[in-house]
C-alpha cells in the first residue's frame, strides 16, 4: 500500500486516497499484478475512533460513487463508520477496462484476463486491503446490487474478516442457472413496462412512432452504432430505477426535429447518455458470468427471451412497444462500437464451462456474522422470489421486505434505507 495523499475537498469531509498492489489472477499470487484504488472519508476530528464500512457497488463494471456533497447513504454512514469506497477491479480508477487498456490481447487471452474479475477476485481483494488498512481487525461491508452478490461471497470464503454485513437489493441466487433468474427478472420487466405506460398512456403512440421510424430506417447514433428497435428497446434498462420512468419519458418528448420527421440530436445523444453499455464494456462481457458456477451460461438472456413474445418488436402492430432490461444479448457487441474489441472474448465466456463455485451454502448455513438485507418487492434487477431463497439459507440474516422502494432505493433515500437497516444489524 502506497502512503495516503489527505486532501480536504469538501466541507465536513476529508477524502484520502489509497492504492493497493494486488494479484491479477489470486491463484497465482506471484504472478502479474494490477492497482487498486479506493478512496477513503472521514469526519475531520474524527479519523481514528470509529470502525471501517466498506461499500461495494452495484455492476459488475462500475467505479464506487464520487462524493459531492455530505448527503445519502454516505451521510448516515459517517455517524458511525469510516467509510472506504473502493473501485472494484476493472472499474474506476482500478486498473479500468477499457478498448485501450485491452489492446494487444487476442480473444483467447482477453477471454482469460476478463475471468479475473469476479466477486470472488473481489473479495480477495477487500482482504488484502483489509489486512494493509487495518491488520487483523475486522470491518463491515455495505454491498449494493451486485455488491450483495459480493457481499455472499464474502460470508462464504472469509467471514473472519467481517464484523456485519448490509445487503441492499443484492441477495445473488446460490446455486440456479441464469436462465431462471432471467425467466424471474424478465416478468419483472413487464410489469414495469405495465407501469410506464399506465403512468404515461400517451406515450403507447409516442413510442411506437419512433420504433417505426428506425425499423424502417436506423439512425445513426453520435458515437457512430445504429440505433435499431432491438437496441431501442434497451432503455427499459432504466424501469427499475427510482426515476428511470421519467427519463425515458422525458427522452421521448423530445423525440423529433420540429416540424420534421428527424430524430433530434438531442434524443440520439440522450439516449447514448443515459445507457451503460458503450462507457462499461466490464459490464456486458461479465454480467452472465455473475451468475456462472460450473456450467456455461450460452447467451442466457437471449435463449430465454424467446419465451417472452411480448418483449418481441413487430413493426405495424397495435399494441404498446414494450422495453427489455439489463440483459446482455450477443448482437450488442457488433451494434454498439465500444464492445466490438470484446466480441470474441464474450463469445468464449458464455461458451466456458468451468467457472469455480461462488458460495458455499455449507458455510452460509453456519453463518455467525451479524447480517441484515433489504429485499424490494418491485426489484427489476434482482430477483424477490430467488432473494427470499437466499435469505432463507444464510444463518442469521434478518430481511426487510419492502414495495416502498425500487432497487435504488439506496440512492433515492439513503439516510432511510441504511439508517433502518443499522437498527436491525445492531438488534
Not at 426535429?257 to 464494456?281: I, N, Q, Y
Not at 456486458?284 to 451468475?291: D, I, M, Q, T
Request: proline fraction near 7%; include cysteine; charge should be neutral.
Amino acid at each position: 500500500m502506497r502512503p495516503a495523499a489527505t486532501t480536504t475537498l469538501l466541507p465536513g469531509l476529508i477524502l484520502r486516497d489509497h492504492w493497493f498492489d494486488v494479484p491479477l489472477d489470486h491463484a497465482r499470487p506471484d504472478g502479474p499484478t494490477i492497482e487498486l484504488y479506493a478512496r477513503a472519508l472521514d469526519v475531520p476530528g474524527r479519523e481514528d475512533d470509529r470502525p471501517w464500512l466498506v461499500f461495494l457497488q452495484g455492476g459488475p463494471g462500475f467505479g464506487s460513487p464520487r462524493p459531492t456533497a455530505v448527503s445519502g447513504w454516505i451521510k448516515r454512514a459517517l455517524r458511525d463508520y469510516r467509510v472506504l469506497l473502493l473501485d472494484q477491479r476493472g472499474t474506476g480508477r482500478s486498473a479500468p477496462i477499457s478498448c485501450e487498456s485491452v489492446a494487444g490481447l487476442d480473444d483467447a487471452a482477453l477471454a482469460e484476463h476478463l475471468a479475473c474479475f469476479r466477486a470472488d477476485s473481489i473479495v480477495a481483494d477487500c482482504e488484502l486491503i483489509r489486512r494493509a488498512l487495518i491488520g487483523d481487525a475486522r470491518w463491515t461491508v455495505l454491498g449494493q446490487s451486485y455488491g450483495g452478490f459480493c457481499c455472499a461471497r464474502y460470508l462464504s470464503v472469509a467471514p473472519d474478516g467481517l464484523r456485519g454485513v448490509i445487503m441492499t437489493g443484492g441477495l445473488p441466487p446460490l446455486t440456479q442457472h441464469p436462465d431462471e433468474v432471467y425467466r424471474e427478472t424478465y416478468r419483472q420487466v413487464l410489469e414495469q413496462n405495465r407501469r410506464y405506460y399506465a403512468r404515461y398512456p400517451d406515450d403507447v403512440a409516442r413510442v411506437r412512432e419512433v420504433f417505426e421510424h428506425v425499423a424502417e430506417a436506423p439512425a445513426r447514433l453520435p458515437s457512430g452504432g445504429p440505433l435499431s428497435p432491438r437496441k431501442l428497446q434497451q432503455l427499459g434498462v432504466l424501469l427499475g430505477f427510482h426515476d428511470g420512468h421519467e427519463l425515458i419519458h422525458y427522452l421521448f418528448e423530445d423525440a423529433w426535429v420540429p416540424g420534421r420527421r428527424e430524430l433530434s440530436h438531442s434524443f440520439l445523444r440522450g439516449f447514448e447518455t443515459v445507457l451503460p453499455f458503450d462507457g462499461a464494456p466490464l459490464y456486458s462481457a461479465l454480467h452472465e458470468a455473475c451468475y456462472a458456477q460450473g456450467f456455461a451460461t450460452r447467451w442466457s438472456a437471449a435463449r430465454v427471451l424467446e419465451e417472452v413474445p411480448a418483449l418481441r418488436f413487430t413493426a405495424g402492430a397495435r399494441e404498446p412497444v414494450r422495453f427489455t432490461g439489463e440483459m446482455i444479448y450477443p448482437w450488442m457487441f457488433e451494434e454498439w462500437p465500444r464492445l466490438r474489441p470484446f466480441a470474441g472474448a464474450a463469445e468464449r465466456l458464455a461458451a466456458r464451462e468451468d467457472w469455480p463455485t461462488l458460495y458455499d451454502p455449507g458455510q452460509l448455513a453456519r453463518n455467525e456474522v451479524p447480517a441484515v438485507a433489504v429485499i424490494y418487492e418491485r426489484d427489476m434487477y434482482v430477483s424477490r422470489e430467488l432473494s427470499r431463497e437466499t435469505a432463507s439459507a444464510i444463518r442469521g440474516l434478518k430481511v426487510w421486505s419492502t414495495d416502498r422502494y425500487p432497487h435504488s432505493g439506496l440512492r433515492a433515500a439513503g439516510e432511510v434505507v441504511l439508517g433502518r437497516l443499522l437498527e436491525m444489524l445492531r438488534g
